[in-house]
């Protein structure tokens, strides 16, 4: 492929609707100015965001869940939640159990996000660019009826359903500390979509799906492919799982086209992920993926340490734009919220890989003969 300018996906509307997002209210500015303080955005093409339409999200999600979210103009502080929120996902703030309250006008955030990343996918259908950014989007836990752990909208899975208009093969990466569920279970059957996920997965753990032997199901069987983590995996355990499992699938499934979930609440100090990566082994994964050179489109996901979750997308961003970026921390508006060292690198703590060597090496084994099993040519 000729060498074309990324794409970045901007847009006010976008980071205003993003920062409205209940469990990470304000993380989107919070990115987005890293990356603007950095200056990197004379290195990418700025590609203006817009909604999705009704028919782009019945593209996956029903017409129920999506007439429903229509409802919430105004929310109150006291609303009370009915059985129909419930079976749709929608619960109260207060209430255990329920990670996706109501918000006002929740149709038009939904609208926004998805909008964000579908735009993403049209830069690589029509030939704009290599590799695409939209690190409002990411949101892997929607299902088609409703939302679930704090996704309202699975805005993965209607992008990969543009893309494959084009690209026949589509293989979805997740690297975020929780399972991406709802984005396999959209795929179980299909044979054109390959997810493969790294995610901590261990008793009581979010959302307690992506075991070993999770693999798919009837003609999709042997599609979906799950590496399991122990707490406190770093750099040196997902760099060496990843390079054996990726390089395995895609030499056997040769995909068209590459998603990939940056959830960056698998990166250290995350008070959701208990996982213990830094920049350093999460871009050499990327790296990985760039080295493919197939058109590319890259998202957010998790990531609720917010200072890290903008180190870690700027560096990304940084990366995929090739701008070697400064360790200090340009002065802007979000700068004190960088404290106490207001560097670029996040350190990894001291909290132990409890991954030891022979089991990465017996998941490795048995991911890769049933990749060889079922997609073996």
């Known amino acids: 492929m000729n060498k074309k300018k990324p794409c970045y996906i901007w847009d006010e509307k976008l980071i205003e609707e993003c920062d409205r997002l209940p469990a990470v209210g304000g993380r989107a500015s919070m990115v987005h100015d890293l990356i603007e303080a950095y200056d990197i955005l004379k290195h990418v093409t700025v590609v203006k965001s817009s909604p999705a339409t009704y028919n782009d999200l019945k593209e996956f999600h029903s017409e129920l869940y999506l007439d429903h979210l229509k409802k919430f103009t105004d ?8 059985t129909e929120d419930e079976e749709c996902g929608i619960g109260m703030k207060m209430f255990p159990g329920y990670d996706c309250p109501p918000v ?13 990343s579908i735009t993403a996918a049209r830069c690589l259908l029509l030939g704009i660019t290599d590799v695409a950014m939209n690190w409002c989007g990411g949101w892997h836990h929607a299902h088609r009826f409703g939302a679930e752990g704090f996704c309202y909208v699975n805005d993965i899975v209607i992008a990969i359903e543009k893309l494959r208009r084009k690209f026949p093969k589509v293989l979805y990466i997740d690297l975020d500390a929780h399972h991406g569920n709802g984005v396999q279970d959209a795929y179980n059957l299909s044979k054109s979509v390959f997810t493969l996920s790294f995610h901590k997965f261990e008793p009581g753990f979010y959302p307690g799906t992506g075991s070993i032997d999770d693999i798919g199901t009837q003609g999709g069987t042997g599609y979906s492919c799950n590496f399991p983590l122990h707490a406190g995996y770093g750099n040196n355990t997902l760099e060496y799982a990843f390079e054996r499992v990726f390089s395995c699938v895609y030499s056997q499934f040769a995909p068209d086209t590459i998603v990939v979930q940056c959830g960056a609440d698998s990166c250290a100090q995350d008070p959701s992920g208990g996982a213990n990566l830094t920049q350093e082994g999460y871009s050499n994964c990327i790296r990985k993926v760039l080295d493919k050179r197939k058109p590319t489109l890259l998202l957010g996901g998790g990531g609720y340490r917010h200072d890290n979750t903008a180190r870690l997308w700027t560096f990304l961003t940084g990366l995929v734009a090739g701008v070697n970026l400064d360790e200090l921390i340009p002065d802007h508006t979000h700068w004190p919220e960088y404290g106490p060292d207001y560097t670029l690198p996040m350190d990894a703590t001291l909290v132990k890989d409890t991954n030891k060597s022979t089991y990465i090496e017996e998941c490795i084994e048995k991911i890769n003969a049933n990749v060889m099993k079922y997609l073996a040519k």
Not at 75 to 82: F, G, H, N
Not at 104 to 116: D, E, W
């Open 104 to 116: 006002s006008n929740m149709y038009g955030l939904v609208s926004t996000i998805a909008g964000g």
């Open 75 to 82: 929310v109150q502080d006291d609303y009370m939640a009915t």
